[in-house]
C-alpha cells in the first residue's frame, strides 16, 4: 500500500474538520497514518485515497464513525486525574446537596462515568448527599458508548480503583471471563450513555450540576475549542464545577469562569 500523501491527509483531515470539528495539524500525519493504514488494509483497498472516497460517500455512515473511533480513542482509565476526584469529593460534602446531575461529556468507554459513581455512591452511604443523583456519559463514537453501556472491562483499566470500592461495585469474572471486570447493576442505574456530536447543540441534555470535558479539547482547532467549551458551560448551572484535563491549561470561553485548581472552575 502506498505511502499517505500530503493531499490525502489534507483530505482527511479537511474531511473530519467539516463534519465533526475535528482538527489534526501537520505533525498528526504519522497518527494518522499508523491509525488507519491496519483498516484501510482490512478492506482490501490499495491507498488511502479510496478509503478517503469511501468514508466521504453517501452510504459510509458506518465506516466514517469507524474512522472517528480509530483517530480519536485514547488511553482511558478509572479515576484518571485522582485530584479531580478529590476535589469534587470535598465539594460535595461542604454542601451536601439533595440532588446532583454529573456530565462526562466526552465519555469515551465509560471509566471516567462509573468512577464519578463510585465517589458519588460513598458519599451518598455515608450520609454527605442524597440519593437523587445521575451521571450522564456522552460520546461521539457510538461503538464506545455501546461498551460503555456493558460496564465490562479489563481489570488493569481499574489499577486505581481501590480494594474496598472494587468490592462494592465491581463483579470479578471467572473461568473464560478471567481478567475482566463488571460494574454492579446498583451502580449502573445511575448511569446512562448517550451519542452526541459537542460541535452541534446540546440543548437536549441538562442542565447539570457538575461537567467533566477532560482531554478532548487537544482534538478542535482554537476557534472550536471556544464554541465547545460554551456550549457545554450553557448546560451547566451558575455556580456549577468545570473539569478539563490539567494539561489543557485555562479554559479557552467567554463564559464567566472561577479558576479552583488545575483544570478546575467554578461558573460565575
Sequence with gaps: MEALRDDT?????NLMHAEIGLSFAESKKPLVTSRLSARVQRLGLHSFDEYVDLISGHEAGGEFQMAVDLLTTNETYFFREPAHFDLLAREVMRTKPRRLSVWSAASSFGDEAYSIAMLLADL?????????????????SDRVLRSASTGIYPAERLRHVSTERLKRYCL????ESEGLVQIQDRLREHVRFGQLNLCQDASCVGPFDVVFLRNVLIYFDAATKRAVVDRVLG???PGGLFFIGTAEGRAPCTTPLQPLAPGVFRKA
Design 124 to 140: 451518598q452511604s455515608q450520609g454527605r448527599m442524597g440519593a437523587d443523583w445521575s451521571v450522564l456519559g456522552t460520546d461521539i
Design 172 to 175: 470479578r469474572g471467572e473461568d
Design 9 to 13: 491527509f489534507h483530505r482527511i483531515t
Design 235 to 237: 448546560r451547566l448551572r
